[in-house]
């Protein structure tokens, strides 16, 4: 595997659901059910390195974009797994390859573990805090952040100098 530092200098994006924007750093969302570096359970925090590919992984495949809330983080991060170049046999173990797999249907409609989730586990296992991988949804980098994982030195804030965030979800009725 090669391993970086993020030392915070290019802030992340995510576009988060606006009933859980009151939580953007929780990574709850993506433990929940799992996400394509998580299995459930397991929080993580998806980012994006650009606002657009930030939209793009949140609009996914539907035609018409939903309604979003667009956060942007400072990310100082030690020891990242550093996938952006993508595969290259004998630099990367051949379960990397299986990094773009249909985790979704995998998991949810086959009911197998995907194997990008065993990718998560190995990241973590090793002691690393997240992941940098080409985006499937756009021209961009994506960042995993295993929210459990981080210690300090590292440092995942939100950048919400007017503190207009929602702070709660009060703002949504119950029953929804």
């Not at 433990?31 to 993580?44: I, M």
């Not at 989730?117 to 295993?146: F, K, M």
Request: charged share 15%.
């Amino acid at each position: 595997m090669i391993v970086t530092d993020l030392d915070g200098s290019l802030p992340f994006f995510r576009a988060h659901t606006p009933k859980w924007a009151s939580a953007p750093l929780s990574g709850a969302g993506a433990a929940s059910v799992g996400g394509r570096l998580n299995r459930p359970g397991v929080h993580a925090l998806y980012l994006a390195s650009t606002h657009q590919t930030a939209i793009a992984e949140y609009q996914q495949a539907e035609p018409l974009m939903p309604p979003c809330t667009l956060v942007t983080y400072h990310v100082r991060l030690h020891s990242v797994v550093d996938f952006r170049a993508g595969f290259v046999p004998g630099l990367w173990d051949s379960l990397w390859q299986e990094l773009g797999c249909n985790w979704r249907g995998l998991a949810m409609l086959d009911g197998i573990d995907p194997p990008s989730w065993d990718l998560g586990d190995r990241v973590l296992e090793a002691g690393h805090c997240g992941i940098l991988y080409p985006s499937q949804r756009a021209t961009g980098t994506n960042l995993v952040v295993y929210t459990d994982a981080l210690r300090p030195p590292n440092v995942l804030e939100v950048f919400d100098p007017g503190e207009t965030l929602p702070r709660d979800q009060s703002s949504w009725p119950s029953n929804k």
